[in-house]
């Protein structure tokens, strides 16, 4: 009896468990459209921006950089290579801001991030790391540029 006792609650607990798992709202075209993995993730490219190793003292031209480094950075969402992008406080490390940018390679963030004026110039230096996250990243610039009330 033990053992029949046992083998039903092994069936009952394991159907329980893979019924949790499943996502009731799960939407496959969005998810293949977004390019989701079964978790709903997929592979991006994290950018860390740093400060580089030119010293201009020009703040004009610095200001044409940075102007450049926003325009860039504007053609690049509407791309739909960049998918987050922002500064970071002041920190011990000189780092400046991040990119996500919404490409398979390294190499290919590379060629994207060489074309901002700032990394040209050696203002900002720049790091590429593989990253994991919700394949649902680039669907928030839709909202984003709804609650912007001023461009920077």
Do not use: C
């Not at 996502?23 to 490219?45: R, V």
């Not at 010293?55 to 053609?75: A, P, Q, T, W, Y």
């Not at 500064?87 to 490409?103: E, T």
């Amino acid at each position: 009896m033990k053992p029949i006792f046992t083998f039903l609650m092994l069936m009952i607990l394991s159907n329980q468990s893979f019924a949790q798992n499943q996502n009731p709202e799960y939407d496959k075209e969005l998810a293949d459209s977004l390019g989701a993995d079964q978790y709903g993730m997929k592979a991006y490219i994290l950018v860390i921006l740093k400060t580089g190793p030119a010293k201009i003292e020009d703040k004009e031209k610095v200001s044409e950089l940075f102007r450049g480094h926003m325009e860039n950075i504007n053609k690049l969402a509407d791309e739909n290579k960049l998918i987050v992008a922002g500064p970071m406080v002041k920190n011990d490390n000189s780092y400046r801001g991040i990119f996500i940018l919404n490409v398979k390679t390294k190499e290919e963030a590379a060629r994207l991030v060489e074309l901002d004026p700032a990394v040209k110039e050696g203002l900002l230096a720049v790091d590429f790391y593989e990253w994991y996250g919700s394949a649902a990243l680039p669907v928030y610039l839709e909202t984003a540029k709804k609650i912007t009330k001023e461009n920077p």
